[in-house]
């Protein structure tokens, strides 16, 4: 067995008992491996510390092996914790399968769209990952038009002119379930009037998460009238938060109890209108670094995970898309981090 400098293809085959043709299947179209096999041979790969050269994979792949995502620009340092923590699973998850992600900026989508046709032409770009999904996303269908993979971090959110193709693959984060689940605690705490933070009418992510705090105060019998009263919709900001929960604290019909908002950011602005904890509870959402310092009480979205099910379902793409995956829509649920911010109405 070769045993000076570098492990070979041929010393994984050995250790492992199989040909060189079952070891490049493994690294190179794993699906076509039985998986006891496969496991054998990544097991020898770890044992010797092989690792492929890239150069030769993409002459005999015809892959660069290269993944694009655009950075999105942040305006605010707490929220932008959510960007980071998806893109270092995604980053993580690529590199331990031999990808790696290129980053690249743009200020809309018109740019990344030009963006798009200047790495597929300069960078030999495999696929790309998508975030910040909307109606009639234009990004999509560009991509979809070219037979460019993609996967987006984020749900089509049926485009109503049919400009972007909705059956695309896509993991995104149930943020109804994560607002309703917030609602459902503060009502178990006694509270009856509970405030909804959020942004204005436009965002697609902000209307889902409105809907789950709706749906959960009907079916505790608010009437529909009054949730109307309970609402704010701001830009998002500390700032913001706060201007819009003093301005709900002080309406004379009935100054709400308890919050729930959209972002961390609104809820930690929510949280300084209220003063100290006695004046009512607030719950965020994103379970920020800042939340977990603050005590902020938030809904957690799976971002690891969410990262790890995008990546699966891009090389799935990239492998032929065979067999089936069995759906390549994916909607994972958050978890609510209860902290000193909700507690019971006094």
């Keep these: 067995m070769h045993t000076q400098g570098r492990p070979t293809l041929e010393d994984v085959a050995r250790r492992a008992a199989v040909s060189r043709q079952t070891v490049s299947n493994v690294l190179n179209a794993p699906h076509v491996v ?24 993409a002459l005999r792949t015809r892959r660069s092996r290269v993944l694009g995502l655009r950075m999105e620009p942040q305006h605010d340092g ?3 914790a959510v960007s980071d923590r998806f893109l270092h699973g995604l980053t993580e998850g690529a590199q331990e399968r031999g990808y790696r992600v290129m980053l690249f900026t743009a200020p ?6 030009g963006q798009y046709d200047d790495l597929l032409d300069t960078a030999d770009i495999d696929a790309f990952v998508l975030t910040a999904t909307h109606h009639g ?11 460019v993979p993609f996967v987006t971090f984020g749900r089509p959110w049926d485009p109503p002119d049919g400009s972007a193709p909705a059956d695309h693959p896509w993991v995104d984060v ?6 309703r689940a917030a609602v459902e605690h503060l009502l178990a705490l006694g509270h009856r009037r509970i405030g909804w933070v959020g942004w204005p009418e436009g965002s697609d992510t902000g209307a889902d998460r409105r809907r789950g705090w709706a749906e959960a105060l009907a079916a505790a019998g608010v009437p529909q009238a009054a949730l109307a009263e309970l609402t704010a919709g701001v830009d998002d900001g500390i700032a913001t938060g706060r201007a819009a929960a003093t301005e709900l604290l002080a309406r004379p019909d009935g100054a709400p109890t308890a919050f729930v908002c959209a972002s961390d950011s609104l809820a930690i602005g929510v949280a300084a209108a209220l ?33 790890g099910r995008t990546l ?22 958050p978890r609510l981090v209860v902290r000193a911010t909700s507690g019971p109405t006094t």
């Design 34 to 57: 039985r998986s006891e096999t496969a496991a054998r041979v990544q097991a020898a790969i770890a044992e010797l510390g092989y690792r492929p050269s890239a150069a030769g994979r």
């Design 78 to 80: 707490i929220n932008g």
């Design 108 to 113: 809309d989508d018109a740019a990344e769209i």
């Design 137 to 147: 996303d234009p990004r999509t269908g560009w991509l979809a038009r070219r037979g």
């Design 174 to 179: 149930d943020g109804a379930a994560g607002t």
């Design 275 to 307: 003063g100290d904890e006695s004046r009512g509870a607030v719950v965020g959402f994103d379970d920020t670094p800042v939340a977990a310092a603050l005590g902020l009480s938030s809904v957690a979205q799976p971002l690891q995970e969410a990262a």
């Design 312 to 333: 699966d379902l891009l090389l799935h793409r990239l492998d032929g898309g065979h067999p089936p995956v069995p759906d390549p829509h994916v909607l994972l649920t």
